[in-house]
């Protein structure tokens, strides 16, 4: 029993000298843990799941979102993306000659039928009824544009041969809900002040623009309603949009009025255009003097140039004959769109959802007397 007691005594002692330092040493403890925690100001998180697209895939993505696209002032999607270093101009309403009336993407400058376009990661049907495969940007409402993703490599492997210059994909909003209203109102201001192309334009005898001008008046509405219920399962929106828009004439601006071609001797410009006159060209051709632009030539050098006077006798063609074809060419082109459309959906389950999308868009050309419709459905 001596034996137990002494045993339980040694303990005790031993607990109690091990408490001694804890107890005198707990102050100083309890200061350095406020010190350190007054000394610290700031704590910085960095987060690793950020979602980055050039992350998680093999080609470079630009991302355009909603407050670029505002920010940019555009009434034409196919303006925002030909501002783009990858894009290149494509048809708008700034090409005048050889225009089709359609708005289409240009990637890498492969052509815009080497260009895939989708809605909502679904392909968007042609815009060309003659037959051409590239999508029309008209369809597009640029009020639900949510983001538009460009994948500018090369993505055949993935989509197809449409796709080999790239992929423009528009994402569209298709959980608005609500009411949203847009309108744009603008036109183009210039003074022509340029003397040197007014005095070319004298020489001429061309009529000269106004001092200054206000050209190319357009007006944009469109309204989107945005319908959600079956508790949150199933959502409807729907849009309708106007848009006219005022031509811009060459002949409008002092630098564009005459169409400029180098004088001889390379140093000073003249009101030209093109040799197709009213009254026609005529190349003369003598067969045994041989060309100089051609040292592989035997004959065939041109010797002279005539035309037609009106009473129907020939003379020879000098520069005055040549038709000044730039005040009848456009800067913008003068049309009328109309466009509507709705985007449903309905989640049956968890692993089945049905979906409705219906695009219809018909421009008016000013100068054609028949419209032109397209629509798509899926």
Not at 94 to 118: F, H, K, M, P, Q
Not at 178 to 190: A, E, L, P, Q
Not at 248 to 276: E, I, K, M, P, R
């Amino acid at each position: 029993m001596a034996k137990h007691l002494s045993v339980r005594q040694a303990v005790r002692l031993a607990l109690f000298t091990s408490a001694v330092p804890a107890v005198l040493m707990s102050p100083a403890v309890l200061a350095q843990e406020q010190d350190a925690s007054n000394s610290l100001d700031e704590v910085v998180v960095t987060g690793s799941r950020i979602v980055s697209p050039n992350l998680q895939s093999i080609s470079p993505i630009t991302a355009i979102g909603a407050e670029e696209l505002n920010i940019a002032g555009k009434s034409r999607i196919e303006d925002v993306l030909n501002q783009l270093p990858q894009a290149f101009a494509a048809q708008g309403s700034s090409i005048s000659n050889a225009s089709d009336g359609t708005a289409t993407v240009d990637l890498r400058g492969l052509g815009a039928r080497r260009t895939l376009v989708l809605v909502n990661g679904r392909r968007m049907m042609p815009g060309d009824p003659s037959g051409g495969s590239a999508a029309d940007l008209n369809q597009i409402p640029l009020s639900l544009v949510k983001r538009v993703d460009v994948l500018t490599g090369g993505a055949s492997s993935v989509y197809g041969a449409d796709a080999v210059a790239g992929v423009v994909n528009f994402v569209m909003d298709t959980e608005f809900e609500g009411v949203r209203i847009d309108s744009n109102y603008s036109f183009y201001n210039h003074k022509n002040d340029n003397e040197r192309t007014q005095a070319i334009n004298e020489a001429k005898g061309n009529p000269l623009p106004d001092g200054e001008v206000n050209v190319g008046y357009g007006k944009d509405f469109s309204i989107a309603v945005g319908i959600g219920g079956a508790e949150g399962r199933g959502h409807a929106t729907f849009y309708a949009g106007y848009r006219e828009v005022d031509p811009v004439l060459q002949a409008q601006y002092d630098f564009s009025a005459c169409t400029l071609n180098l004088a001889a001797g390379g140093t000073n410009f003249t009101c030209g255009g093109s040799g197709t006159s009213a009254g026609g060209q005529f190349l003369v051709i003598d067969p045994r003097a041989p060309d100089p632009n051609d040292p592989n030539s035997t004959g065939g050098q041109i010797v002279s140039a005539r035309t037609l006077n009106p009473n129907g006798t020939v003379r020879n063609f000098t520069a005055a004959d040549q038709y000044n074809f730039g005040p009848v060419n456009y800067f913008q082109r003068p049309d009328q769109r109309y466009t509507a459309g709705a985007f449903t959906n309905f989640k049956l389950s968890e692993k089945a959802e049905v979906y409705g999308e219906l695009m219809f868009m018909t421009i008016v050309p000013l100068l054609r007397s028949r419209p032109r419709a397209r629509s798509s459905a899926r």
